[in-house]
């Protein structure tokens, strides 16, 4: 009877999975003798034993199968886009939070009835040169949904409703990820609309690129759906690769108009001057500066393979596609770092994160059970299995409109490709009026001389007057006291700062803007006042004359006494750029130019 149970219970112990628990059972039931196993004592042994062997069964068995999801997760997110879209989404939604932000705070300033250029009387001048009323056909002329409202009147209202709009739905993007067709087509047409009536404010290449950037998102996302994940609706490959015809255009856009252009881009001695004459210099710029000079020589050749070589990357297989991609964002990141270029480096990023799949970009996402990364991996294992979402009219429709999108997009691309092949290459140009495929370009010349424009006011009535005592505006962002620290504001932009770089090397007749600047000095305008740093006449009775000088700035030398004494900036005046100018000498050319007169607010006692 005893050799028979231990009979039975040595064939039990030794039919374990792995060997090492065989040999272990083996050696076990060689030992064994009937008084073992009839004792009291050996049976717990046993039977810890046995669940030791499970237990080691049962977490090899885990690992492998872990291993297995794993490869299986490995092939199921390669190649396909469907993470990528929710964070191409989130990332164009943020973009769009900073250019509705900057508009919600400075359209009533910039394009209001009472602001520096305003948006109704540009609007009139429309009217009056195409000599068209109805809005349809004014549309053609200046593509804006502001003809569809009174637009003769202050137009701050409809800013206020554009912009409160758009971040509203920035929001949305961001949080959810989602987005469908009439949501993201609103608000391109809302930003379209700021665009075209901004005149001298949105006249930058930047500006062109967002709408293009907006336009490709829309077709990204589903026409009705705003799950993250549309099982329906797949990620539109022609969108992708239009995303990265887009980078591959601004870069290689940028390249070649610096080769064309400065010499100093070709004899590498750009960066020289660069991070001191850029618009709008940060911190780092101070100390980016002073770099030797080889080490500006290596940023040139490097700017040169960015911008020239990597580029054709993109078009090769997934890895150089990948590593193209990697390049780009890395290049936008040491931008954003070394100067305040508004949203520019930042919506660059945008079409670089096409270069990435699902699996690539798998790791922002988190793995728990319902999450986005989870429905991706089951919705790719079914399309795997041939058992995904059946063929139908609606994804046929969607096949039909991704092939006239390409078509529409490769049309659009002659004149840009001409105008990239031509030596005569346009710089931040559109072919179109809807701005839909553009050319690209920046610095094809570097400024080699710093020069600002220094507004001051006086309170004396007689402006030659020796003893007449200038008080200075500062700006929020340009360089004016030079003992004020260079700004970090990137993202963000101040269109006023930005415009004032410009207007240093041309003159003021070139930009009448800035004499009505001046005329709303004169008077303590409330609204340009929110534009600027500081106003010395604030809470006092507005100035009698205001000016202008033309100065030269340059960083000082770390280490130097000027450093140690605090200051960034070394001064040197040019001369006057602006001669004093008072609110009725200003009065004919602001009626002339049908703004109307700025009135003089005297300080409340």
């Given amino acids: 009877m005893s050799s028979k149970f231990v009979r039975k219970r040595t064939t039990k112990t030794t039919s374990p999975v792995t060997d090492s628990g065989n040999e272990k059972t083996r050696d076990n039931s060689k030992n064994e003798t009937p008084d073992d196993t009839n004792s009291g004592d050996s049976k717990p042994l046993r039977k810890s034993t046995e669940e030791k062997i499970d237990s080691d069964v049962t977490e090899q068995t885990q690992v492998r199968r872990s291993a297995a999801d794993a490869d299986s997760d490995f092939g199921v997110l390669k190649g396909s886009y469907w993470l990528t879209r929710i964070v191409l989404i989130r990332y164009m939604g943020f973009i769009y939070f900073v250019a509705y932000l900057v508009s919600l705070f400075q359209n009533h300033q910039l394009l209001g009835k009472d602001g520096l250029l305003p948006a109704n009387t540009y609007l009139a001048d429309v009217k009056r040169r195409v000599q068209l009323s109805s809005p349809w056909s004014l549309v053609s002329a200046v593509p804006t949904l502001l003809w569809f409202v009174d637009n003769s009147q202050d137009l701050s209202h409809w800013f206020d409703v554009i912009a409160w709009t758009g971040?509203?739905?920035?929001?949305?993007?961001?949080?959810?990820?989602?987005?469908?067709?009439?949501?993201?087509?609103?608000?391109?047409?809302?930003?379209?609309?700021?665009?075209?009536?901004?005149?001298?404010?949105?006249?930058?290449?930047?500006?062109?690129?967002?709408?293009?950037?907006?336009?490709?998102?829309?077709?990204?996302?589903?026409?009705?759906?705003?799950?993250?994940?549309?099982?329906?609706?797949?990620?539109?490959?022609?969108?992708?690769?239009?995303?990265?015809?887009?980078?591959?255009?601004?870069?290689?856009?940028?390249?070649?108009?610096?080769?064309?252009?400065?010499?100093?881009?070709?004899?590498?001695?750009?960066?020289?001057?660069?991070?001191?004459?850029?618009?709008?210099?940060?911190?780092?710029?101070?100390?980016?500066?002073?770099?030797?000079?080889?080490?500006?020589?290596?940023?040139?050749?490097?700017?040169?393979?960015?911008?020239?070589?990597?580029?054709?990357?993109?078009?090769?297989t997934r890895r150089w596609c990948m590593l193209g991609g990697a390049i780009q964002i890395l290049f936008q990141v040491v931008l954003i770092i070394s100067g305040n270029l508004s949203f520019l480096n930042w919506l660059t990023i945008l079409p670089s994160l096409a270069c990435f799949d699902d699996l690539s970009v798998a790791w922002m996402f988190s793995s728990g059970p319902g999450s986005a990364k989870a429905r991706v991996v089951d919705l790719r294992r079914k399309e795997k299995s041939g058992s995904g979402p059946a063929p139908s009219l609606s994804r046929t429709i969607r096949s039909v409109f991704n092939i006239s999108l390409a078509v529409l997009i490769a049309y659009l691309s002659v004149p840009v490709v001409q105008n990239l092949l031509s030596p005569r290459q346009a710089m931040n140009t559109s072919f179109d009026p809807l701005r839909l495929v553009n050319t690209y370009g920046a610095f094809g010349s570097v400024t080699k001389k710093r020069t600002e424009v220094i507004f001051q006011g006086t309170s004396s009535s007689d402006p030659s007057s020796p003893s007449a005592v200038w008080e200075e505006y500062q700006?929020?962002?340009?360089?004016?006291?030079?003992?004020?620290?260079?700004?970090?504001?990137?993202?963000?932009?101040?269109?006023?700062?930005?415009?004032?770089?410009?207007?240093?090397?041309?003159?003021?007749?070139?930009?009448?803007?800035?004499?009505?600047l001046a005329a709303k000095l004169l008077v303590n305008d409330e609204g340009v006042e929110s534009l600027i740093a500081h106003n010395p006449f604030h809470n006092r009775d507005p100035p009698k004359f205001v000016r202008a000088e033309h100065c030269k700035y340059s960083f000082t030398?770390?280490?130097?006494?000027?450093?140690?004494?605090?200051?960034?900036?070394?001064?040197?005046?040019?001369?006057?750029?602006?001669?004093?100018?008072?609110?009725?000498?200003?009065?004919?050319?602001?009626?002339?130019?049908?703004?109307?007169?700025?009135?003089?607010?005297?300080?409340?006692?």
């Avoid at 003992?483 to 009448?512: E, G, K």
């Avoid at 040197?572 to 009065?587: E, H, Q």
């Fill in 167 to 316: 971040l509203s739905i920035a929001v949305f993007m961001m949080i959810t990820g989602a987005g469908n067709w009439p949501l993201l087509l609103t608000q391109w047409l809302l930003y379209h609309s700021l665009v075209n009536v901004g005149q001298r404010w949105f006249s930058f290449g930047w500006e062109s690129q967002l709408l293009e950037t907006g336009f490709l998102t829309v077709f990204l996302c589903p026409m009705l759906s705003l799950s993250a994940v549309p099982r329906a609706t797949p990620p539109s490959r022609v969108v992708i690769f239009a995303y990265r015809w887009l980078i591959f255009r601004i870069m290689l856009g940028a390249g070649l108009i610096k080769i064309r252009g400065d010499k100093c881009w070709r004899n590498l001695t750009c960066m020289n001057y660069h991070y001191e004459t850029q618009p709008v210099p940060n911190p780092m710029s101070y100390f980016m500066h002073q770099s030797p000079e080889f080490f500006h020589k290596f940023e040139v050749l490097s700017n040169h393979f960015v911008e020239l070589l990597a580029p054709f990357f993109l078009p090769l």
């Fill in 475 to 516: 700006f929020k962002c340009k360089p004016g006291d030079v003992y004020r620290r260079p700004c970090l504001i990137s993202p963000y932009h101040y269109r006023l700062d930005w415009l004032m770089w410009f207007a240093a090397f041309q003159t003021y007749q070139q930009n009448p803007w800035l004499l009505h």
């Fill in 557 to 605: 030398k770390i280490g130097s006494a000027e450093a140690k004494s605090g200051a960034w900036w070394k001064r040197k005046l040019v001369g006057l750029y602006l001669p004093p100018v008072s609110l009725d000498m200003l009065g004919k050319l602001i009626s002339d130019m049908g703004w109307p007169q700025p009135k003089r607010k005297m300080r409340k006692l």
